[in-house]
Nanobody
Framework: HVQLVESGGGLVQAGGSLRLSCTASGSISSINVMGWYRQAPGKQRERVATITSGGSTNYADSVKGRFTISRDGAKNMVYLQMNSLKPEDTAVYYC????????WGQGTRVTVSS
């Protein structure tokens, strides 16, 4: 079993930046994928960015060039640096860990004011 704890959400003005962090603990596999997803009010949860244990990244088109995902394998942490934030980035952001199973964090809220 894997536990995920996110932090770093908050309220920011459009054009600002935030950095989200996610700490994984428990039965961490050497081969895994960690990622960030978000769910805006009234919308389905969507993938924002993912990163493999080997360091390969993938981004949603809506955040390319603005968001950067990274990870610290030694600390079992994944980060999402969010720059040039837009009001449409407002959502609850969830950390996800995947190996043979999938685990989700509890989410952290990001609000971008115009």
């Amino acid at each position: 079993h894997v536990q995920l704890v996110e932090s770093g959400g908050g309220l920011v003005q459009a054009g600002g930046s935030l950095r989200l962090s996610c700490t994984a603990s428990g039965s961490i596999s050497s081969i895994n994928v960690m990622g960030w997803y978000r769910q805006a009010p009234g919308k389905q949860r969507e993938r924002v960015a993912t990163i493999t244990s080997g360091g390969s990244t993938n981004y949603a088109d809506s955040v390319k060039g603005r968001f950067t995902i990274s990870r610290d394998g030694a600390k079992n942490m994944v980060y999402l640096q969010m720059n040039s934030l837009k009001p449409e980035d407002t959502a609850v952001y969830y950390c996800k860990y995947t190996d043979a199973y999938q685990y989700w964090g509890q989410g952290t809220r990001v609000t971008v004011s115009s």
